[in-house]
């Protein structure tokens, strides 16, 4: 997910917003359906940009999504003949809708170098990060267009039009069902005149529209949405439009699009699915075997040769969200956001995963991670509970580190009070490169062990060496993580005092 996504979706009501990623399938080649990644970098230790080119590599993904020209990213990116989409935070469309030199700069700074000097297969470029979302209150909706004219026009002037296309992805929310099915499917009203607009945009110059769809998200907002609904394995009240018969809500979710383009005189427009994944940690419904049944039900969908009911003959093209997690991500959708990849932080595959792309038919963990040392901090077997400075000190530590692992119906959630005190200690120590003074916490009650701490499900990690060149993308836009740490402290605070 790039940033917030709501969603609303009664079962049944199609005017639900889910997300979406894509997915390339080469090796399928049963109609076409690709399957690519989406590679977002807001994690406090990236993966080193070969490693993970490596990665993509040994797991045959050859498409991949960026959410900025991530300078790292792309030079890693060079010569692997990897199509990548490149993406504009929604920040830069007022700058690049006024001018198009603007426009120009950006083309030349952040893609045409990236062509010219390196090799990078650019293909797409992602003009703002669902623009639209009913949450922001139409404060894209003046510039996103002119934004998006500017850009072709950049591109056009730097004879890269035929190569590289222009999109635009979309949070599910810009269309609508009236009538519960996706034939009633239609732009929604306070920006149908714009959609239309961009879709004639779009159109004109032979460029796909893009479309994020959460099914997850139906489920995390709605407790009556049915939960075999969401996923691919068979739904025993399938919606029926006329005919055309209804399992899973991403094909209904994605018809309820085509219907809308179709019902606008749009029905051969190519669409794209720019984010689709699921979490596996930080709520009830997020964890390994619920991602599992969700992402290979995808790809077996995918690879069976159908497309949707209102699209037969596909293709479908996705990108999963995501390839690895993010630990530095704005958790304000919920403490799921930071759980989204197919690979853990350090790239080892989180559950048994074939996309269909290599022989091995199961995720490939990459090459050369290096760790810090075997170490973890934990809270001193000497400390008191009722000592009030611990309540304080695991306020600091997950404020600095991410927590997210702990709570209700998480992985951590079997931990007892001493194990969630020592979570948060070692979350701090390692997001700190286990540098000596992040674990001295006041009066002595936190110590190092080389003995693992993790227990079942509950992983206490050791973190990867942080890689110099991917810190500099760090200054990168960040939302902050500070009301939910707020409100995990709280719970955990109350809890142990
Ligand atoms: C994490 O994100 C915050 C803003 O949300 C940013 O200030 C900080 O530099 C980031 N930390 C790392 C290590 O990337
Ligand atoms: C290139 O992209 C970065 C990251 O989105 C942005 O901060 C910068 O302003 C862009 N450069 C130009 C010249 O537009
Ligand atoms: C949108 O409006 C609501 C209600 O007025 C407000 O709470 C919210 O902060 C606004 N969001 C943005 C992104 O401006
Ligand atoms: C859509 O495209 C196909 C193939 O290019 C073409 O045969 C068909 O007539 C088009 N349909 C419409 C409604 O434009
Ligand atoms: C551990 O922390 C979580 C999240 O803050 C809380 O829900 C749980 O009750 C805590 N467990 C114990 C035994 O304190």
Request: hydrophobic share 35%.
């Amino acid at each position: 997910m790039g940033k917030k996504k709501m969603s609303g979706c009664l079962y049944g009501v199609m005017s639900c917003i889910v997300t979406v990623v894509g997915l390339n399938f080469m090796n399928l080649g049963v109609n076409g359906n690709s399957i690519g990644v989406n590679w977002g970098t807001q994690a406090t230790h990236p993966l080193p940009g070969n490693i993970v080119v490596g990665l993509l590599k040994d797991n045959g993904i050859t498409k991949v999504k960026l959410f900025e020209p991530d300078p790292y990213a792309l030079k890693a990116l060079g010569k692997s003949g990897i199509e990548v989409m490149i993406g504009i935070p929604n920040d830069l469309l007022a700058p690049l809708s006024k001018d198009v030199s603007a426009a120009e700069s950006w083309v030349s700074k952040n893609l045409s170098s990236y062509v010219s000097s390196h090799g990078v297969n650019v293909r797409y470029v992602a003009v703002g990060n669902e623009p639209f979302l009913k949450t922001l209150n139409g404060t894209y909706d003046a510039m996103t267009l002119p934004a998006l004219q500017n850009i072709q026009s950049a591109l056009i002037k730097a004879g890269l039009a035929n190569q590289v296309k222009v999109t635009i992805p979309l949070n599910a929310d810009v269309y609508e069902t009236k009538s519960n099915v996706p034939s009633g499917g239609d732009f929604r009203s306070d920006i149908h005149e714009l959609m239309l607009q961009i879709i004639k945009f779009l159109s004109d110059n032979g460029c796909p529209v893009t479309i994020n769809i959460y099914p997850f998200i139906s489920l995390y907002n709605d407790p009556n949405f049915p939960a075999d609904y969401a996923f691919f394995d068979g739904f025993s009240s399938p919606l029926d439009d006329n005919g055309k018969t209804y399992t899973n809500v991403f094909d209904a979710n994605y018809d309820t699009l085509v219907w809308s383009l179709q019902t606008n005189g749009f029905s051969n427009m190519t669409i794209l699915v720019g984010e689709i994944g699921w979490p596996t940690d930080g709520d009830r419904n997020a964890n390994p075997n619920s991602a599992r049944r969700f992402n290979q039900g995808l790809v077996n969908h995918l690879s069976a040769g159908k497309g949707t009911p209102m699209r037969p003959s596909g293709p479908i093209d996705v990108y999963l969200f995501s390839l690895i997690d993010e630990d530095n991500k704005s958790v304000l959708p919920g403490n799921f956001e930071r759980h989204w990849g197919i690979f853990n932080y350090d790239g080892t595959p989180k559950y048994q995963l074939n996309l269909g792309l290599t022989k091995v038919g199961a995720l490939i963990p990459p090459k050369g991670v290096e760790y810090l040392e075997k170490k973890w901090c934990v809270l001193s077997s000497s400390a008191n509970l009722n000592d009030p400075r611990i309540g304080s000190s695991v306020n600091y530590a997950c404020g600095q580190a991410d927590c997210t692992s702990l709570g209700y119906g998480t992985s951590c959630s079997n931990l007892d009070a001493k194990g969630n005190i020592s979570y948060a200690f070692n979350s701090y120590y390692q997001e700190q490169d286990q540098q000596d003074k992040a674990c001295q916490f006041p009066d002595g009650i936190s110590v190092v062990t080389t003995k693992d701490p993790s227990a079942g499900s509950c992983r206490f990690i050791i973190q990867i060496k942080s890689d110099p060149a991917a810190d500099e993308l760090n200054s990168a836009t960040h939302s902050s993580a500070f009301f939910h740490l707020l409100f995990l402290m709280f719970i955990i605070a109350v809890t142990v005092l």
